[in-house]
């Protein structure tokens, strides 16, 4: 009866120290182009304990200029174009931890425009969402009826309905 015991036991330690070095550990299998100069999406291996759980789904990180945002929100290829100032907006998870943060990052110059909120699910990457206005101030982002102005300036995001 103790051998059963101790066996275990020992099988749930060895899981759980397997659970907690796997925690933050991912591979990827390597970037693929998206068709715009500059970015590049990685899929990332689920850690064990996303394997465990089976509401769980593959990550995707993107690079861009040798950067990189995991946990990126939305359809493929994850971003919106916005060549009208050479630039991309995306949404990303830095922590896995459903904080997310919108980015407009320049292309050309590297400069990024973090905005930190808990806005509603805006798909990037879904047809549906497009850029109706943009300059080097304001990005309004259009999807179902709904624009959302990003401000570069202030670092703030409107939804006008």
Do not use: W
């Not at 995707?60 to 929100?73: F, H, S, T």
């Not at 997310?100 to 549906?128: A, I, K």
């Amino acid at each position: 009866m103790k051998r059963k015991r101790l066996a275990c036991l020992l099988a749930v330690v060895a899981l759980v120290v397997v659970y907690a070095v796997t925690a933050h550990i991912s591979a990827s299998y390597g970037t693929r182009s998206t068709g715009v100069d500059g970015v590049g999406i990685r899929l990332f291996r689920p850690l064990l304990r996303e394997v465990l759980n089976v509401h769980s789904s593959d990550r995707y990180a993107l690079k861009i200029g040798g950067k990189d945002y995991p946990n990126v929100e939305g359809n493929y290829p994850y971003f919106l174009s916005v060549p009208e100032i050479d630039s991309v907006v995306f949404r990303f998870d830095r922590n896995n931890d459903r904080d997310f943060t919108t980015v407009v990052r320049n292309l050309r110059d590297g400069r990024e425009f973090l905005f930190h909120h808990d806005l509603t699910y805006l798909p990037f990457g879904d047809p549906l969402v497009t850029v109706k206005k943009a300059d080097q101030e304001v990005i309004v982002v259009s999807c179902r009826g709904k624009d959302y102005t990003l401000d570069l300036e202030a670092g703030r995001i409107r939804i006008d309905l």
